[in-house]
């Protein structure tokens, strides 16, 4: 397998496929309060999919485990870093949530994720969601023809940890387009000028895990078996994440998963560069 370098003028059903999910969280994002269970959004976003004319890229998605992942987007909640299964299990007020989610519209797959506030939350959970929020972004600034992946990582990195907080290494963005994942992984930490050269057609996630502890993680054997997809944080701190998919313009970047409910751009972004 190797990067696909994709021709703009091509990209029609890809932008739709991406914006369809941005709108999947649009829709959720006056459903998210305490008393919820993850298993009631899931069911709200896979009949709204059916109405988007989308299917789910994560029911029946077969990782590298061996156990497909059930349900129609992840939620991953508190210290939960990323892949939780929605339960039956209500939220609560001042629970900090990952939606994370993926499409598939005529063949393209849409994938993005946001942090909800359920309720209100803490000072620091709160900071925590918006720090992670501008690494993303930090990272996107990054994207031009020239550039290279370590910039997106470094900035990444240099950004979160200059905030207090640590990077999550174990997982990664990842190309998409007509696969859910492809080439190349986009790590979220790295040193400038190394690693793959971006060039316009270029379509990738940058999704980083920001924990407000130590950056470890494991998988989540409480209740003495371990369900094959959720990961948690080693020391329980709390673990943010934002997901958007990025393509390499001419000149820049063009942000895919955007769509009317998306949150304003951070006030360092001044315009979007196509
Ligand atoms: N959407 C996740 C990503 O950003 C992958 C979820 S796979 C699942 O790459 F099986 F856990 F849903
Ligand atoms: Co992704
Ligand atoms: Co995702």
């Known amino acids: 397998m190797s990067i ?31 008393g919820i269970t993850t298993n009631e959004i899931d069911r709200l976003a896979a009949e709204y999919m059916v109405q988007q004319g989308t299917t789910s890229a994560t029911v029946g998605y077969q990782g590298s485990g061996s156990v497909p992942f059930p349900k129609s987007l992840c939620t991953s909640v508190n210290h939960v870093v990323c892949h939780g299964i929605p339960d039956d299990k209500p939220l609560k007020k001042g629970d900090i ?43 996107i600034l990054q994207v031009r023809p020239g550039a290279h992946l370590g910039d997106v990582g470094h900035a990444i990195q240099k950004f979160a940890e200059g905030n207090g907080y640590s990077v999550v290494r174990e997982f990664c963005g990842h190309g998409v387009g007509r696969r859910f994942h492809e080439e190349p992984q986009v790590l979220h930490y790295g040193r400038p000028g190394t690693l793959e050269e971006l060039k316009p057609g270029m379509i990738f996630t940058i999704e980083p895990m920001i924990n407000m502890g130590k950056r470890d993680i494991k998988e989540d054997h409480r209740g003495g078996k371990y369900d094959g997809w959720t990961i948690v944080t080693r020391d329980r701190s709390l673990s943010a994440q934002w997901e958007h998919a990025v393509l390499v313009t001419e000149t820049g970047y063009e942000v895919l998963t955007l769509s009317a409910g998306s949150p304003p751009l951070p006030s360092f972004v001044t315009a979007t560069k196509t």
């Open 4 to 34: 696909t370098y994709h021709d703009p003028a091509s990209l029609g059903d890809m932008r739709q496929a991406c914006r369809l999910a941005s709108e999947v969280l649009d829709y959720l994002t006056p459903f998210i309060q305490p």
């Open 97 to 139: 949530m990952n939606i994370d989610v993926t499409v598939v519209y005529k063949g393209w797959f849409g994938d993005n994720s946001r942090m909800f506030i359920v309720g209100d939350a803490s000072i620091a959970a709160k900071r925590l969601c918006q720090i992670t929020f501008e690494a993303m972004w930090h990272g």
